[in-house]
């Protein structure tokens, strides 16, 4: 996940966290409302027009902020699909992105392991540099060893992301005396 991506993702996270508020703000106002209102409707005897009388009120004296919520909502909901719609689009290039990349290692660790074969039966040095590789040596030969095995058992060669993030771990990793 990129930087760009994690920042979206705390964006789209603080959206629903305020989205997540504006119900209980909504019930807030009716409930303020009940309470303050409710001597305009004590003297009706009916329960339901009661109820549905002092929502009428609290509609009309708390319109503007009523609505100011579900203007908020509205636009928080906006927000939050653009925004998840963004981070969708930013993934699918990063993935597209990498797997061209990953495509590009296999290939050139492919033709890297063809010239050292050929550099070996001409008894030539082979310098992986001088052809443009960013494999060294050791990990063309450590690759070498994986792939036979490899292809036996998958029928596939195996990825050259993980055979050499394997391999350069274990070369980081303090030598036991």
């Known amino acids: 996940m990129t930087e760009d991506e994690r920042g979206l993702v705390q964006y789209i996270a603080d959206t629903n966290w305020r989205l997540l508020r504006i119900a209980p703000l909504e019930a807030a106002i009716y409930a303020i409302g009940r309470r303050e209102l ?3 409707v004590e003297d009706e005897p009916n329960a339901g027009n009661r109820d549905a009388l002092i929502m009428g009120y609290i509609f009309q004296h708390y319109r503007r902020d009523l609505n100011n919520l579900a203007l908020q909502e509205r636009r928080l909901r906006n927000q939050n699909q653009y925004d998840t719609e963004k981070l969708q689009a930013m993934q699918k290039h990063r993935i597209e992105k990498e797997r061209v990349a ?3 290692a296999q290939a050139d660790m492919l033709r890297a ?3 050292s074969r050929n550099a070996k039966k001409e008894n030539v040095p082979f ?3 001088e052809f443009g ?6 990990e063309i030969a450590h690759y070498c060893s ?18 050499l993030a394997a391999f350069r771990a274990n ?5 036991a005396a």
């Open 127 to 129: 310098d992986p540099a």
């Open 113 to 115: 392991l063809e010239i």
């Open 133 to 138: 590789f960013e494999f060294s040596v050791e």
């Open 38 to 40: 409710a001597y305009f």
């Open 146 to 163: 994986k792939i036979d095995t490899h292809r036996k058992l998958t029928g596939q060669s195996p990825s050259v992301a993980k055979v």
């Open 171 to 175: 070369q980081q990793e303090p030598k």
């Open 102 to 104: 990953a495509e590009k």
